[in-house]
Nanobody
Framework: EVRLVESGGGPVQAGGSLRLSCTPS????????MGWFRQAPGKEREGVALIDADGATSYAESVQGRFTVSKDTATNTLYLQMNSLKPEDTAMYYCASDLSDGPLVVVLGAECGVNTWGQGTQVTVSS
């Protein structure tokens, strides 16, 4: 079973930057959809950014222009560069991909969906 392992979260002041990483525990091909979701306390999990097998990206309106999703195609490590962070970006951030046979969650108008999530990495933005 392939697991998704996130890293890079932590505390940061408003206006600062963080880069999250997500590494699959085993090799996976470039054909998978990958992305980032987040969940703040008391709120539902929401899609933040997705990247499909062709490299096309989709973003939540709230992060457009501040966050950039990218993928190292050699290792399939997924990144989320987060700039100009705001306190409302505080949440647990989850890496996601379509690694199982279960139903897909399609968000952000993307051409692909996901059904497997990592354990998450906490991002806390202070004002």
């Amino acid at each position: 079973e392939v697991r998704l392992v996130e890293s890079g979260g932590g505390p940061v002041q408003a206006g600062g930057s963080l880069r999250l990483s997500c590494t699959p525990s085993q090799y996976i091909s470039n054909s998978y959809c990958m992305g980032w979701f987040r969940q703040a306390p008391g709120k539902e999990r929401e899609g933040v950014a997705l990247i499909d097998a062709d490299g096309a990206t989709s973003y939540a309106e709230s992060v457009q222009g501040r966050f950039t999703v990218s993928k190292d195609t050699a290792t399939n490590t997924l990144y989320l560069q987060m700039n100009s962070l705001k306190p409302e970006d505080t949440a647990m951030y989850y890496c996601a991909s379509d690694l199982s046979d279960g139903p897909l969650v399609v968000v952000l108008g993307a051409e692909c969906g996901v059904n497997t999530w990592g354990q998450g990495t906490q991002v806390t933005v202070s004002s």
